[in-house]
């Protein structure tokens, strides 16, 4: 089966549009995307698990969760939902945060799915804005730190370090 | 041959590499001494990184030392090539979790 999956980075208004058609309707989807039961089963790469901690999906609600391996909890992640359009559209603030739901840096990302049911398939268009292309840095790092490539771990330092220099 | 930056780092020998070579320039002989593999598949890393654009050359009389040349365009490149891989396996592991939904959703419920 060909599901089509398009990922288009604009650098100047650091805003990523990611479309992807999954092959069910708009209920299993939106639930997938919506549910913490569902979310957990897909969201972490691989080697790592994914913990949440809060969902509360309404309007004002948020979901805290983190990334862990093994028995180390690599960051919490938290997303504030600033709009919901039932089995259309949903809307987050994303950030970077503490066990509390704190943002560490207060550097955001907003992102909006959109939902459209065609026949058999759901297409999901994702549009996410970054404040800053840094903070996609960070996330890419957390997502691909999996301990046991010790080089790795090593470049990322290093590359967050001339980062941070400029 | 210009390559995917994502070759270069999906392979753990060659993000190795690029961590020494990021400290200081170093020749291929001096590189291999820190791997436990042979010269002949150090050269073989060394030419991918270059097909990459991410090897700078020096020559010194006979000898070649290697640097990592990096810009910071290239480093969002190296990060959006790696959010783009994340994104994608990620929603490969949706399509299993809905197939496990959609088969559970006929099956008869007890």
Redesign the interface.
């Known amino acids: 089966m060909n599901?089509l999956?398009d990922?288009v980075?604009d650098?100047e208004t650091k805003t990523?549009y990611?479309t992807?058609e999954?092959?069910?309707g708009i209920d299993?989807?939106w639930?997938?995307f919506t549910k913490a039961e569902?979310l957990e089963?897909?969201?972490a790469?691989?080697s790592l698990k994914l913990s949440i901690k809060e969902m509360d999906f309404r309007e004002g609600g948020r979901w805290l969760y983190a990334m862990v391996s093994g028995d180390n909890i690599l960051g919490y992640s938290l997303a504030e939902f600033i709009s919901i359009n039932p089995k259309n559209s949903f809307t987050t603030r994303n950030s970077f945060a503490d066990e509390n739901g704190n943002s560490l840096n207060n550097q955001f990302s907003i992102t909006t799915n959109n939902f459209k049911e065609e026949g058999w398939k759901t297409t999901v268009y994702i549009e996410k804005k970054f404040d800053d292309?840094v903070l996609?840095?960070k996330?890419?790092?957390l997502?691909?730190k999996e301990g046991s490539?010790a080089?790795?771990a090593?470049?990322d330092e290093?590359?967050l370090s001339?980062?941070n220099n400029? | 041959m210009r390559r995917d930056i994502f070759q270069a780092i999906a392979d753990p020998t060659r993000r190795a590499i690029l961590v020494l070579i990021a400290v200081h320039a170093m020749t291929p002989n001096a590189i291999a001494t820190h791997f436990d593999i042979t010269r002949q598949s150090i050269s073989k890393h060394l030419r991918i990184l270059s097909e990459c654009d991410l090897l700078a050359q020096k020559h010194d009389g006979r000898e070649i030392f290697y640097a990592l040349k990096i810009d910071r365009m290239k480093e969002i490149d190296i990060w959006l090539d790696q959010f783009r891989k994340m994104t994608e396996q990620q929603f490969q592991q949706l399509d299993d979790v809905l197939i496990t939904l959609k088969n559970n959703k006929n099956e008869p419920t007890v």
């Open positions: 599901l999956f990922f980075a650098k990523i990611v992807r999954f092959a069910a299993l989807v639930d997938a569902i089963k897909w969201v790469p691989k292309l996609l840095e996330m890419a790092t997502g691909f490539a080089g790795y090593n470049l290093y590359f001339i980062t400029k």
